[in-house]
């Protein structure tokens, strides 16, 4: 469906523009007659109605946006004026009882300086239709086109979201795979606790995070199963220290949003270290969201396939909160830390 924008432009306009009118019609000391008020009318909607929109429907669109003739469209529009003065002239001739004022005495003929008045006054308003018509002619398709634009960029942004989201699951889904996969393969009692805790985190994700915002309280639930999942992995379970500060209730945030920094620092970091642990730090308000993660680096622990996990989480921070993050990672000799600050 076509927005009704344009419409309601002209409609306000050619409102104005009859409101002018009827004032000028009925503001002498005597009341017009009918005929009087039909023929103003009937000049103004005929003559000015045909310069605005053979302007607005055929000249500009045919002469300047589609062919880029300029100088044929200024000879155009010359034309049109001075055959449109010459109709205005005619008509106010033929009533010049109420078009024109100053009559000879001798003849009864209308004065040729009034004439030229006139002329000069038909020449202006049909000047004004001119150059009206063309602003409001480039003033919407200007503000089209941005619409136009805007739809298309955030459809372009709303697609690329589900392609990076599509990314992230699989991702996930695959290191968790390999995971259970190294415990049944060890026949460890814990691999039924892995599968049920996989389970749950895959509701998460198959029916929470494909709404555009989740709650707070459930992500952090959802990195708490997480966590709780990769401790499964390690014989004398995995060294975390995870502190939560704040209010955590149901301040909205994009979901899957911090489980890439997490999955980061188990996959390459030293997880099993009581010494050394990983450090994940949420403090959280109504307005601020701060996370911080911190790894000691396992140099044996190599990705050799690489991933999309982090460089997917950053764009799609670019994505949904322009100018509203900051993210601060730290990569030093020994230990990897990523701090994240959301405006939510």
Not at 225 to 250: M, Y
């Amino acid at each position: 469906m076509k927005s009704r924008g344009p419409l309601v432009v002209h409609l306000f306009f050619w409102l104005i523009i009859l409101s002018i009118l009827l004032w000028d019609t009925f503001s002498g000391s005597q009341t017009p007659s009918r005929y009087e008020v039909a023929i103003k009318l009937g000049y103004f909607a005929i003559i000015n109605l045909s310069i605005f929109y053979i302007n607005y429907t055929l000249l500009i669109p045919i002469l300047v946006k589609k062919k880029k003739k300029y100088g044929l469209y200024i000879l155009s529009i010359c034309l049109l004026i001075a055959v449109m003065v010459i109709i205005k002239t005619v008509v106010a001739s033929l009533n010049s009882d109420f078009f024109l004022t100053d009559f000879s005495q001798d003849s009864g003929k209308i004065a040729y300086e009034e004439i030229t008045k006139y002329v000069v006054f038909a020449i202006f308003v049909s000047g004004f239709f001119v150059v009206v018509s063309a602003l409001l002619k480039f003033a919407i398709d200007w503000f089209g086109t941005e619409r136009i634009q805007r739809d298309l960029l955030s459809e372009k942004r709303d697609m690329e979201l589900q392609f990076l989201k599509s990314q992230l699951n699989p991702h996930f889904l695959f290191n968790s795979l390999n995971n259970i996969y190294s415990l049944a393969y060890q026949k460890s009692d814990k691999t039924a606790d892995a599968i049920l805790k996989l389970s749950e985190i895959m509701r998460y994700m198959i029916y929470e995070s494909n709404d555009s915002w989740v709650s707070l309280s459930k992500e952090i639930a959802y990195v708490q199963s997480f966590i709780e999942l990769q401790k499964l992995r390690f014989k004398d379970g995995a060294a975390v220290e995870f502190t939560i500060n704040g209010e955590i209730d149901d301040q909205p945030v994009v979901p899957l949003i911090l489980i890439s920094f997490v999955e980061n620092a188990f996959k390459h970091g030293v997880a099993n270290d009581p010494k050394d642990p990983i450090r994940i730090n949420i403090i959280a308000n109504q307005k601020i969201l701060h996370f911080s993660i911190t790894n000691k680096k396992n140099k044996h622990n190599k990705d050799q396939m690489g991933g999309v996990g982090l460089n997917n989480v950053e764009r799609r921070l670019q994505l949904l909160y322009p100018e509203r993050y900051k993210l601060n990672i730290v990569n030093s000799a020994t230990h990897y830390t990523s701090e994240l600050m959301l405006d939510i």
